[in-house]
Nanobody
Framework: QVQLVESGGGSVQAGGSLRLSCVAS????????MGWFRQAPGKEREGVAR???????YYADSVKGRFTISQDSAKNTVYLQMNSLKPEDTAMYYC????????????????WGQGTRVTVSS
């Protein structure tokens, strides 16, 4: 059974850091495109970062230089290190997986976690 379980969200002040984790079961993360998406209240879900073992890494312009996506094959886990957090980073963060190449469209992802909430106060 495929499952993605996120953790690591919380409430921080602006300038702080959080590390989100996404533990996968039922498949191997290094053989899939793994993405982090976020959705703020009243807004559409947006891609934050994506990684594919073939050497592809993508970051949204809004998080470049502040967020880092990585994966640990031994733990079958994908991480999102978030530094210099801003109030506009406040959202529910979701981990997702898809077969084949990465895609910017959330609807192309096959599996989703339940989400972890990040709140950044000014």
């Amino acid at each position: 059974q495929v499952q993605l379980v996120e953790s690591g969200g919380g409430s921080v002040q602006a300038g702080g850091s959080l590390r989100l984790s996404c533990v996968a079961s039922g498949f191997t993360v290094i053989y899939r495109c793994m993405g982090w998406f976020r959705q703020a209240p009243g807004k559409e879900r947006e891609g934050v970062a994506r990684i594919w073992t073939g050497g592809y890494i993508y970051y949204a312009d809004s998080v470049k230089g502040r967020f880092t996506i990585s994966q640990d094959s031994a733990k079958n886990t994908v991480y999102l290190q978030m530094n210099s957090l801003k109030p506009e980073d406040t959202a529910m963060y979701y981990c997702a997986a898809k077969s084949g190449l990465c895609d910017r469209n959330p609807s192309q992802y096959d599996y989703w976690g339940q989400g972890t909430r990040v709140t950044v106060s000014s």
